[in-house]
């Protein structure tokens, strides 16, 4: 079965740092784009990084240009999300996603930015 | 970077016919942008319905159209069912970065 399962999420003070893993399986990982998504509570989704499939050229949302890093490790089968200095509105579920159909997601893990 | 626009939210009759639309900043959406179409139901992930304009998944069901009208992203619901009644989102490629649409509350009334 192919799956995606978030996991890192908590509750993190305002510049606080945190880092999401993905742990992917039933398909060859290392094959594939990935992308992480986010939804606020009671907001739609925001799309926030993107990693090519060897690592080597990732893409973010304005939001979050310079205080996270995307990176995956492709013998482990993660993915994972580094997010430096959070703020209140860093506040959300986050998603990852595999590109091929952008299918299929994770449960989310939930990340809450408060003091 | 871009802001992609979509309706807030549309009603629909069972059995009845609704088009969502989703729009560029930038101008004319073509395939090139690769629209998504994802339905999210409240509590739960969103679910890949369409990709790249047009083309479905496995699981999506053939009531379900995607395509490119007037310059934007377009997905048709024909013969609506109360299970359709849930939250829409459009998704733009954008040289790399994506972007999604505001999202469409569609409502089977």
């Known amino acids: 079965e192919v799956q995606l399962v978030e996991s890192g999420g908590g509750l993190v003070q305002p510049g606080g740092s945190l880092r999401l893993s993905c742990a992917a399986s039933?398909?060859?990982?290392?094959?594939?784009?990935m992308h992480w998504v986010r939804q606020a509570p009671g907001k739609g989704l925001v799309w926030v990084s993107r990693i090519n499939s060897d690592g080597s050229s990732t893409s973010y949302a304005d939001s979050v240009k310079g205080r996270f890093t995307i990176s995956r490790d492709n013998a482990k089968n993660t993915l994972y999300l580094q997010m430096n200095s959070l703020r209140a509105e860093d506040t959300a579920v986050y998603y990852c996603a595999r590109d091929l159909g952008f299918d299929p997601w994770g449960q989310g893990t939930l990340v809450a930015v408060s003091s | 970077q871009a802001v992609v626009t979509q309706e807030p939210s549309l009603t629909v009759s069972p059995g009845g016919t609704v088009t969502l639309t989703c729009g560029s900043s930038?101008?004319?959406?073509?395939?090139?942008?690769?629209p998504y179409w994802f339905q999210q139901k409240p509590g739960q992930a969103p679910r890949t319905l369409i990709y790249?304009?047009?083309n479905k998944h496995s699981w999506t069901p053939a009531r379900f159209s995607g395509s490119l009208l007037g310059g934007k992203a377009a997905l048709t619901l024909s013969g609506a069912q109360p299970e359709d009644e849930a939250e829409y989102y459009c998704l733009l490629s954008y040289s790399g970065a994506r972007v999604f649409g505001t999202g469409t509350k569609v409502t089977v009334l």
């Open positions: 930038t101008g004319a959406v073509t395939s090139g942008h690769y």
């Open positions: 790249d304009t047009s």
């Open positions: 039933g398909f060859t990982f290392s094959s594939y784009w």
